[in-house]
């Protein structure tokens, strides 16, 4: 899930500092979840955002099959 949005984030060239600004969100709390040194993740409140801002489905960044 957390790669599926950096890459999206990535494919329309928006930063992490963009993506903050826009989910009204710290730009360490955007580095802290796209580290793997981490254990913070997105929740399902941000997830809806994400896809409102990079323009998909919130079930894009969801895996198909359970985990």
């Known amino acids: 899930m957390i790669e ?3 890459l999206k984030r990535q494919e329309l060239g928006i ?7 826009r989910m009204d969100l ?3 709390f955007i580095g802290k979840i796209e580290s793997p040194k981490y254990t913070t ?3 399902l409140d941000h997830l809806n955002k994400l896809a409102a ?4 489905s919130p079930r ?3 895996p ?3 985990m």
Do not use: M, R, T
């Open 15 to 21: 930063s992490q500092k963009e993506l903050a600004y």
């Open 64 to 66: 198909k099959e359970p």
């Open 4 to 6: 599926q949005v950096k």
């Open 53 to 56: 801002i990079l323009h998909c």
């Open 26 to 28: 710290s730009i360490g």
């Open 41 to 43: 993740k997105w929740n």
């Open 60 to 62: 894009d960044f969801l």
